[in-house]
């Protein structure tokens, strides 16, 4: 199964423009095969740092030279018209996978919507709906879905040395039965530190929470998060904080050159129209 290494954009992405930062250098979580999206602390984050930026990716969507690419974007997505995109996008919750996740990726081949099972590696940002389903992977802007292979019978395939010596026991995350009304986060880093993140936020409206309990080993169940679609389960304010700086070297954010599963280069995509100035993005990690 082909596996595409944080900070890579992967062969034929959507879009060259960076319009979100990953963390490298996350040592991934090993959990259930299948989780659920309202699994408290199945993702990472920071109410310190914009890891998507929403507003970019919608105003790049938007424009007249990229009308091929957002026409496919929004068939991957079931989206009906581009007024919709705007409204789709705001609703969204920007996130960083802390388990190799299996989904399913699209790419754009010479114009033609490609989709196909990849592993995203642990510290990909992206974007998930209101059910919690990664949706879209941040640093190009590529549609993602369930995936359609099973996570416990995959095998990794990459050209990362380090990546392909560790090897990859992914999961694939499920929505949720109903929507989350608050996303329990933790960071990258120190896992002991949770914020609470309402859905469609980019980290302004995060507040403290507990920590949540440690992700489900593999081959056993998830404990459900209740019938009222909430992840959260709020704590003492005092009981985590947020704005801690780590001191941890281990990680870092950044794009890697993209590369083939065979480890060469892939195709350089176009660039951004000169009207789109560079993103500013904080980094994810303090």
Do not use: Y
Not at 51 to 68: P, S, W
Request: hydrophobic share 35%; net charge positive; glycine share 10%.
């Amino acid at each position: 199964m082909l596996g595409i290494v944080a900070g890579d954009l992967g062969a034929d992405p959507f879009f060259s423009v960076n319009f979100g930062l990953d963390a490298l250098g996350l040592r991934p979580k090993v959990s259930a095969t299948n989780l659920s999206g309202d699994t408290p602390g199945l993702f990472g984050g920071s109410n310190k740092a914009r890891i998507c930026d929403k507003e970019r990716l919608i105003e790049f969507l938007g424009l007249a030279a990229n009308v091929v690419p957002a026409t496919r974007w929004m068939k991957a997505l079931k989206i009906v018209g581009t007024p919709a995109i705007r409204t789709f996008v705001a609703r969204l919750t920007p996130v960083v996978l802390r388990t190799d996740t299996l989904v399913r990726n699209h790419t754009l081949k010479n114009g033609t919507l490609v989709a196909f099972d990849a592993i995203l590696q642990a510290g990909t940002a992206v974007l998930i709906d209101e059910r919690g389903k990664p949706v879209v992977k941040c640093n190009c802007g590529n549609p993602l879905a369930e995936p359609e292979k099973d996570a416990g019978r995959v095998r990794l395939d990459t050209g990362d040395a380090d990546w392909k010596r560790t090897g990859s026991k992914p999961t694939a995350i499920k929505k949720a039965k109903q929507p989350v009304k608050t996303f329990v986060i933790t960071d990258p880093i120190r896992p002991d530190l949770a914020v609470a993140r309402p859905p469609g936020s980019t980290g302004d409206r995060d507040a403290p929470t507990a920590t949540p309990p440690p992700l489900p080993e593999r081959g056993k169940k998830a404990t459900p998060s209740g019938s009222t679609g909430t992840a959260a389960v709020t704590g003492p304010s005092g009981s985590a904080s947020s704005t801690s700086t780590s001191k941890s070297t281990s990680t870092s954010t950044g794009t890697r050159r993209p590369t083939t599963p065979g480890g060469g280069k892939s195709a350089k995509p176009g660039s951004a129209p000169a009207s789109i100035a560079p993103a500013s993005i904080a980094p994810v990690l303090r």
